[in-house]
C-alpha cells in the first residue's frame, strides 16, 4: 500500500477536504492529517502514481500550493532501486552524479559550499539561509553539523560561494 506524504494543507484542511481532492484516484486507507501537513494511504501503487502526477502541485485550500510525494521510507511498489533511482515515465529526469533522482522540488548537490565557522549554537539553518540569501541563491543549509558552532552553505553558482 503506498503511502504519500501531503505538504502545504493549510491550518484548517480538514480529513473531508482531502478525501473531496482525492476522490477518483482508488480507495483511500488511511488520512492522517497533521497541522499544516499530512500522510494519505492508498490500495494501489498506479492510483498513487496517478495522484502525485495529477495532484501535486495544484491550488488548494485558499490558493497555497499542495505537495504531494510518496512518504520517506514507503515502498514504492519495487520498480526502483533503494536510491530512489529510476523513473516510471522512462527516464525523463536528470540524475546527479551520485545517481540520486533530481526534478522539480528536489535537492541537487553542488560544489559551490562553504562552511561557516563560530556561529551561535542558536542559529538555525533558515537564519543562516537568510543571511547568506544577501550573496546569492542558496540551494542548501544545515548548522551544527560535524561540530558545534558550524554551519554549511550550498550555492547554486561560484558567483554567490565567491560573493559570501
Known sequence: MPRLFLGNLGNDCRERDIEKLFRGYGELRNVNIKGQYGFLELNDKRDAEDAIRDVNGQSFNGGSRIRVEYANGNDR????????????????????????????????????????????????????????????????????????????????????????
Open 77 to 164: 511498489g519495487g520498480d526502483r532501486d533503494r536510491r530512489g533511482g529510476g523513473d516510471r515515465r522512462g527516464g525523463d529526469r536528470d540524475q546527479d552524479t551520485r545517481g540520486r533522482q533530481v526534478s522539480d522540488g528536489k535537492f541537487k548537490r553542488t560544489n559551490y559550499r562553504l562552511v561557516v565557522e563560530n556561529i551561535s549554537s542558536r542559529t538555525s539553518w533558515q537564519d543562516l539561509k537568510d543571511y547568506m540569501r544577501k550573496a546569492g541563491d542558496i540551494t542548501y543549509t544545515t548548522v551544527n553539523r560535524g561540530k558545534a558552532g558550524e554551519g554549511l552553505v550550498e550555492f547554486t553558482d561560484r558567483e554567490g560561494m565567491e560573493y559570501a
